[in-house]
């Protein structure tokens, strides 16, 4: 019987991530923590790509690497829309957006995002 991997902690996989989304040249990078404002989920993650291609594949390697660090898909919406992906990692959401859809749709405001609360997340940890 194959041996399943202990999943890391989500703040690991976060960093993971966020490294693979700028490895891939996802650009926009934003951490929201969300754990005071809904059961749902822990953290979002935001990131924008130019295309519907470096969409799909940058929700492809968020994926990978989730997979890698012992995480289960919940699971992934938009591939085929277009515009916006949705990766649903549990204790994670990542949001991957035209700049357009990210624009309009504004989830940062949604979740009460400022300046004053968080810092867009650079990976300079």
């Known amino acids: 019987m194959p041996r399943t991997r202990k ?5 690991r996989l976060l960093a993971r991530i966020e490294a693979t989304l700028r490895d891939h040249r996802g650009t926009e990078i934003l951490r929201l923590d969300v ?3 809904t059961t749902l989920t822990d953290y979002l993650l935001l990131a924008s790509g130019t ?6 594949t940058l929700a492809e390697r968020v994926r990978e690497t989730a997979a890698g660090s012992g995480y ?10 277009g515009g916006w992906i949705l990766v649903d990692l549990g204790d994670i959401v990542v949001h991957l957006m035209l700049p357009e859809q990210r624009r309009f749709y504004q ?11 968080e810092t867009p997340h650079t990976g300079s940890e």
């Open 7 to 11: 999943p890391i902690r989500p703040e």
């Open 35 to 37: 754990r005071k404002l």
């Open 51 to 56: 295309s519907d291609r470096q969409l799909r």
């Open 72 to 81: 289960r898909l919940i699971g992934s919406e938009g591939e085929k829309t």
């Open 107 to 117: 989830l940062e405001k949604l979740w009460g995002w400022s300046a004053e609360l």
